[in-house]
């Protein structure tokens, strides 16, 4: 019994983190010819409902991931849209991404700066490759006593505050910092976004 219980709750976990991959993509608004870019996109389900919006247009998204195993089998599952050049997938590390000035209409993450090595150098480098007035989204649900040992020894900043991240994103040069608290649609659950815009450039 124990361990059917230790899957269902591994299930569940995995069906809140989809959901919240899709839903930040969702809240995006991205459009047709949008340059999107998803910072840590897990199993590949916020690439797939960004892509969902490309249909018709010349945008583009990418994807990183610190994972190699979560690279193939994101590789593995989008392939044609690989294949067609509407996505790719990168192996980085988010303090060191290499895309050029100004390129995306749009950045989002799924609990990111829990992860970075590096938060402030990350904030900076999606601050430089967003475009003047687009949006820089996070989605934030992570609490500590939900968390397996495991999951917490993962933990690069387990006590960095939204409010911290947000004083942060400021300090960088973002404008219009907005939380937010979100209960999902289909689940219940409640989590936090972080909306963001880079300042606009004189």
């Known amino acids: 019994m124990g361990c059917s219980g230790s899957s269902a709750v591994k ?3 995995d069906t809140q983190l989809a959901q919240l991959h899709q839903s930040t993509a969702l809240q995006c608004e991205i459009k047709p010819h949008y340059f999107v870019l998803e ?25 990183t991931e610190t ?5 193939d089998e994101v590789t593995k599952k989008l392939k ?3 294949a067609t050049g509407t996505l790719e997938l990168d192996l980085c590390l988010p303090e060191t991404l290499t895309y050029i000035n100004s390129m995306f209409d749009c950045v989002y993450n799924v609990n990111g700066f829990f992860y ?5 150098t990350t904030v900076q480098e999606i601050y430089r490759i967003l475009r003047a007035g687009c949006l820089f989204l996070t989605c934030v649900h992570k609490k500590k006593n ?8 993962e933990l690069k900043n387990p ?3 939204i409010q911290q991240y947000a004083d942060m994103l400021k300090e960088h040069g973002f404008v219009k910092i907005k939380i937010q608290e979100h209960r999902n649609a289909h689940s219940g659950f409640k989590y936090q976004t972080v909306q ?7």
Not at 67 to 71: D, F, G, T, W
Not at 116 to 120: P, V
Not at 146 to 153: G, I
């Open 11 to 13: 299930k569940d976990k």
């Open 39 to 63: 910072i840590g996109f897990g199993k590949g389900q916020g690439l797939e409902e960004a892509l969902k919006h490309l249909q018709g247009g010349s945008g583009r998204v990418i994807g």
């Open 67 to 71: 994972s190699q195993k979560l690279l």
């Open 80 to 82: 044609d849209d690989i």
């Open 116 to 120: 970075w090595e590096d938060i402030n």
């Open 146 to 153: 939900e968390l397996t040992l495991k999951e917490q020894q």
């Open 159 to 161: 006590d960095f505050t």
């Open 196 to 202: 963001a815009f880079a300042r606009r450039r004189k």
